[in-house]
């Protein structure tokens, strides 16, 4: 069965570089949301987005911003990179149904800001 | 979102049952109990999830306390693949809800 993509799998940055991380959800997946994993801490939420529109958001600094494309695939923009942005970040989608709940997890895309 | 309460870490011997316990007193009548593990680095995997009645799937089971102030997760025979961090997580059901990570439950599983 299909699932959820995420690239690059690993980068490296430099402070105050940009990066951009991609999400492929899982197809006919309506809703993606994004998660920031830190060396030694639990996933924490940072934005999700529900039929291209955003729907909630969580501690995401405002260096960062993202958005769904029309075919819902993601994508989180990173700017002025610090140390601490050093994390794993998932993404994870869900398909559409009001009762359906489940997330479905990428595998992470490493990021390590020198 | 009500908040939970889970062991740090548990052991549990290869072919035995884990039992993993999850504390949420504050849970209100319209929020659900989800489970999800996180193995090694890999991306979060849902388990199962309840409201107030008993549920069980392939992976586990998930016995909820009549007022709905506890929960077990059960796995009936742990393999060593299922070494992992175990969240308890309580929210509504639908929409587009996120997922509010605890501390989560360290399973090793011994051989």
């Known amino acids: 069965a299909a699932g959820v993509i995420q690239s690059p799998r690993h980068l490296i940055k430099e402070k105050r570089e940009t990066a951009t991380l991609k999400c492929y959800p899982i197809p006919r997946h309506d809703t993606v949301y994004w998660y920031q994993q830190g060396p030694g801490q639990d996933p924490q939420f940072l934005i999700s987005f529900y039929e291209k529109m955003q729907s909630d958001k969580g501690s995401i600094p405002d260096r960062f911003s993202a958005q769904q494309f029309s075919d819902y695939h993601s994508e989180l923009n990173m700017s002025s990179l610090e140390l601490g942005d050093s994390a794993l970040y998932f993404c994870?989608?869900?398909?559409?149904?009001?009762?359906?709940?489940?997330?479905?997890f990428g595998p992470g895309t490493r990021l390590t800001v020198t | 979102d009500a908040k939970t309460t889970q062991p740090p870490s548990m052991d549990c011997a290869e072919g035995r049952a884990a039992n993993l316990p999850c504390n949420h007193s504050?849970?209100?009548?319209?929020?659900?109990v989800y489970w999800y593990r996180q193995i090694h680095s890999q991306g979060p995997q849902y388990i199962i999830h309840?409201?107030?009645n008993n549920e069980t799937n392939e992976m586990a089971s998930l016995i909820i306390t009549e007022d709905r102030k506890s929960s077990t997760l059960i796995l009936p025979h742990a393999t060593l693949r299922d070494t992992a961090v175990y969240y308890c997580?309580?929210?509504?059901?639908?929409?587009?809800?996120?997922?509010?990570f605890g501390k989560g439950t360290k399973l090793t599983v011994n051989p």
């Open positions: 997580i309580v929210r509504r059901q639908g929409g587009s809800e996120k997922l509010v």
């Open positions: 504050t849970i209100s009548g319209n929020e659900y």
């Open positions: 994870a989608s869900k398909k559409p149904g009001r009762g359906v709940d489940e997330q479905y």
């Open positions: 309840g409201l107030k």
